[in-house]
Nanobody
């Protein structure tokens, strides 16, 4: 059974940083694309960043470029999201997602597996 387990969320002041981690189990995703999405209350789930197998390519939401960095440790089957200069509008539940395939993109439907999410709250 495939599981994606997010960790690293929490409460942080504006301007601070957090590093999220997503550990995958049940199968290896070394060759597959993994991504982060987020969903704020009353909003749709939105794309944050994605990374292809072995980290060859990355893709970011335009509004987050320069503040967020996605990376992965293939040996640990784990993907990370480093978030810097956090703003109150970054407050959301952050979800890890994994695809069976190698395509990279921002569409929710591209991803086959999802974690339960981790709450990130940025106070002003």
């Amino acid at each position: 059974q495939v599981q994606l387990l997010e960790s690293g969320g929490g409460l942080v002041q504006a301007g601070g940083s957090l590093r999220l981690a997503c550990a995958a189990s049940g199968r290896t995703f070394s060759g597959a694309t993994m991504a982060w999405f987020r969903q704020a209350p009353g909003s749709e789930r939105e794309f944050v960043a994605a990374i292809t197998g072995r980290g060859g390519s990355t893709n970011y939401a335009d509004s987050l470029k320069g503040r967020f960095t996605i990376s992965r440790d293939v040996a640990k089957n784990t993907v990370y999201l480093q978030m810097n200069s956090l703003k109150p509008e970054d407050t959301a539940v952050y979800y890890c997602a994994a695809a069976r395939g190698v395509r990279i993109g921002a569409a929710v439907g591209l991803y086959d597996y999802w974690g339960q999410g981790t709450q990130v709250t940025v106070s002003s």
